[in-house]
């Protein structure tokens, strides 16, 4: 598979504080990646390292988009090839949902398929201050979708939307990753986490652990990471894990 997104000996400072560590990852083509980790663990600093938006400072490594370093792209060369959904959104204006993907991607047909893997259609051409939170995140995962960028950045696109449109986004990853796109998602609730091809695991600012789900998500790390008990179910026609947080410790 065809590296999309590396980073290098990736670190994130603020100010005098290391955010993030050290990080050597790679992102491939038809791979999707559910990144996890407690509250300040750096999940949302890195996944803005790798949309190129946390701008990284002397030594501390590099960003590599199809195999160059993004410093030689222009932002809208680097638009073009990867999209990013922040975790928080808001709209100060009026816009109908139409209005803000066509701010993304005036093609209609574009429009229409992401209005459609959200199912929209009858929101279309409401305004986003009249949304509810949950209709408001699924417009901006429809604006995000209806560009087609070989890679997606998502920090938590799952959460505040109810069971039936957290499984539609992921089918529609799924088709996004089986076209050649590579995928890599911050995930909060961890049964989610185990529907992916890769989970990498952050703790203290550190990668921590980096593998298939079954890998990832067993109970000791999980403990060290959230300070949880988990039950581990599995998913009796793929052999899928679940895992359940059953106590703090």
Sequence with gaps: MTTLLEAKNVR??????????????????????????????????LIRAFAGLAPL???????????????????????????FLPAQTTVPFPLTIAELIDQAEPKQEARAAAIRA??????????MTKLSTGEARRAWIAMTLSRKTKILLLDEPLSGLDPRYQMRLLETLQER??????????AHDLPYASRVDRVIALNGSKVVADGTPLEVLQPQLLRELYGVEVWIGSEPKTGAVFPLPIKAV
Excluded: C, W, Y
């Design 12 to 45: 994130v400072r603020r100010g005098a504080r290391i955010i993030v560590e050290e990080v050597n990852l790679e992102f491939k083509a038809g791979e999707i990646t559910a990144i996890i980790g407690a509250n300040g663990a750096g999940k949302t600093t």
């Design 118 to 127: 959200m199912e929209l259609g009858s929101l279309e051409f409401v305004p």
């Design 57 to 83: 400072e002397l030594h501390d490594g590099e960003m590599l988009l199809e195999g160059k370093p993004m410093t030689e792209f222009s932002k809208a060369g680097i638009a073009r090839r990867l999209g």
């Design 177 to 186: 990753a089986a076209n050649g796109s590579s995928i890599v998602f911050i």
